[in-house]
Nanobody, 118 residues
Framework: QVQLVESGGGTVQPGGSLELSCAPS????????MGWYRQDPGKSRDVVATITKSGGTNYADSVKGRFTISIDNDKNAVFLHMNSLKPDNTAVYFC????????????WGQGTQVTVSS
């Protein structure tokens, strides 16, 4: 019933910027990690960036220095600011969260399309 909801996707020219946002549609128990994943048609869903509630981050090598992930602990919300976008950043981006409680339930958003094109 409750799901993560992404927003902020769209079409941008190479070199441009976008900010993706994600928050639950209703109440969920607290998460310990959230992140952003990307998926191309017919391919696996791959991590872009993750962040723990304590602030620890991991980024895919391809986006280091260009993307910044942040978290709002009170709202269980996560954001991805994307700078210097490239055509190969084009993908559907999915928001992810994992509950801190046992069982460690996974929450996913429906995805938001990011298209980088001139």
């Amino acid at each position: 019933q409750v799901q993560l909801v992404e927003s902020g996707g769209g079409t941008v020219q190479p070199g441009g910027s976008l900010e993706l946002s994600c928050a639950p549609s209703g109440y969920i128990p607290g998460v310990w990690v959230m992140g952003w994943y990307r998926q191309d048609p017919g391919k696996s869903r791959d991590v872009v960036a993750t962040i723990t509630k304590s602030g620890g981050t991991n980024y895919a090598d391809s986006v280091k220095g260009r993307f910044t992930i942040s978290i709002d602990n009170d709202k269980n919300a996560v954001f991805l600011h994307m700078n210097s976008l490239k055509p190969d950043n084009t993908a559907v981006y999915f928001c992810y969260g994992q509950l801190a409680r046992t069982p460690r339930k996974d929450y996913w958003g429906q995805g938001t399309q990011v298209t980088v094109s001139s």
